[in-house]
């Protein structure tokens, strides 16, 4: 038996890098996916490849930062599984300039999607859950850099921040509808969030695992957020970076 036999996942960004391993490893839990992801090419490709090794997903194109986009999702998910038990929040756009550089239609947008398309998301599949009455379990994807200084980004750091934030204010809001929220905080993972740097490109002195990490290694931690194994974690943000953090 699968650890998500039987669950409805829904995974936000779930066309590229995280959450296309989450979506991957969840379906080979159990779970059926849903994914949400503003570029429907990428969606269509993951969804081909959860139906190859015998799953079961669908995915719905639209913006995280557009509330009406996100109930659409919702709706159609709702509608095709019948339910919502488990969200990944995985979508993030990022800057690469520091604040006296940084235009103010860049930071907004960055903002738009990386804090507010996480609050949305949260926010409307939590009302779902609620009105099903049985709980659910919410993982968000923050970041190290929510916790260290960066001289060349501003934007992507101060959402992932709040992401923290908002995963406690949740977890204590929302307990009491038997929903558990918890969040990932990854160091260097894959491909670079608004980017395609080669992991092999990077510097990985700073680890101490001695490398960049893999997107499976992320997914085998949300994984264990959105199952039962978790059921006693509430509010709590993993720091899955390589050791990047002890340094």
Do not use: W
């Not at 996916?33 to 490709?45: G, T």
């Not at 490398?211 to 994984?223: D, N, W």
Request: net charge negative; aromatic share 6%.
């Amino acid at each position: 038996m699968g650890r998500l036999d039987g669950k409805i996942a829904v995974i936000v960004g779930g066309g590229r890098n995280i959450g296309r391993a989450s979506s991957k490893l969840f379906a080979s839990e159990g779970a059926k996916i849903a994914i949400f992801d503003m570029e429907e090419s990428r969606a269509a490709a993951v969804t081909e490849e959860v139906a190859e090794q015998g799953g079961e997903c669908m995915y719905v194109v639209g913006e995280v930062q557009k509330v009406d986009d996100v109930k659409n999702m919702i709706a159609k998910v709702v509608e095709h599984y019948g339910r919502i038990d488990i969200l990944l929040n995985c979508a993030a756009i990022s800057d690469r300039k520091p604040m006296l550089e940084l235009d103010d239609e860049d930071y907004r947008k960055i903002i738009e999607v990386t804090q507010n398309g996480t609050y949305f998301t949260c926010k409307y599949v939590a009302e779902q859950m609620v009105k099903q009455g049985d709980g659910g379990a919410i993982v968000n994807f923050s970041s190290g850099s929510a916790f260290n200084g960066n001289k060349q980004r501003v934007a992507y750091d101060m959402a992932k921040g709040a992401i923290v934030t908002l995963t406690m204010d949740m977890a204590v809001q929302l307990a009491q509808y038997g929903i558990r929220t918890n969040a990932i905080a990854p160091g260097i993972t894959g491909s670079q969030v608004g980017g395609m740097i080669a992991m092999e490109d990077r510097s990985t002195n700073n680890l101490v695992g001695g490398r960049a990490g893999y997107p499976e290694e992320q997914a085998s931690v949300a994984l264990f957020l959105a199952s039962d194994d978790a059921r006693h974690l509430y509010g709590q943000t993993l720091r899955n970076d390589g050791g990047g953090s002890v340094l």
